[in-house]
């Protein structure tokens, strides 16, 4: 059974940081692109970032330059670093794989705001 367990989240100033984690369990880890989205309020669910098994890398226009997804395969757990951040940066940010499938973890918070 997959399970996704989002961590790391809080209140920051603008140009903060921040450093979620994700630590999952179940067949979804391995081999698989991973992904990082984010549900602000009255939005939609959107992909911020993505890596693939072999560490490749891409990211939302938004969020390019100031977050770095990472991966460790021997704790199956995939890391966002997120810099200089921005009030619009705000949402439940939440793991899964890429493409998603439909098993979310709780997610973890992100307030930006002065």
């Known amino acids: 059974q997959v399970q996704l367990v989002e961590s790391g989240g809080g209140w920051v100033q603008p140009g903060g940081s921040l450093r979620l984690s994700c630590a999952t369990s179940?067949?979804?880890?391995?081999?698989?692109?991973m992904g990082w989205y984010r549900q602000a309020p009255g939005k939609q669910r959107e992909l911020v970032a993505r890596?693939?098994?072999?560490?490749?890398?891409n990211y939302a226009d938004a969020v390019k330059g100031r977050f770095t997804i990472s991966r460790d395969s021997a704790k199956n757990t995939v890391y966002l670093q997120m810099n200089s951040l921005k009030p619009e940066d705000t949402a439940v940010y939440y793991c899964?794989?890429?493409?998603?499938?439909?098993?979310w973890g709780q997610g973890t918070q992100v307030t930006v705001s002065s």
């Open positions: 899964n794989s890429f493409p998603w499938i439909p098993t």
């Open positions: 179940g067949n979804i880890f391995s081999g698989y692109a």
């Open positions: 890596i693939t098994f072999t560490g490749s890398t």
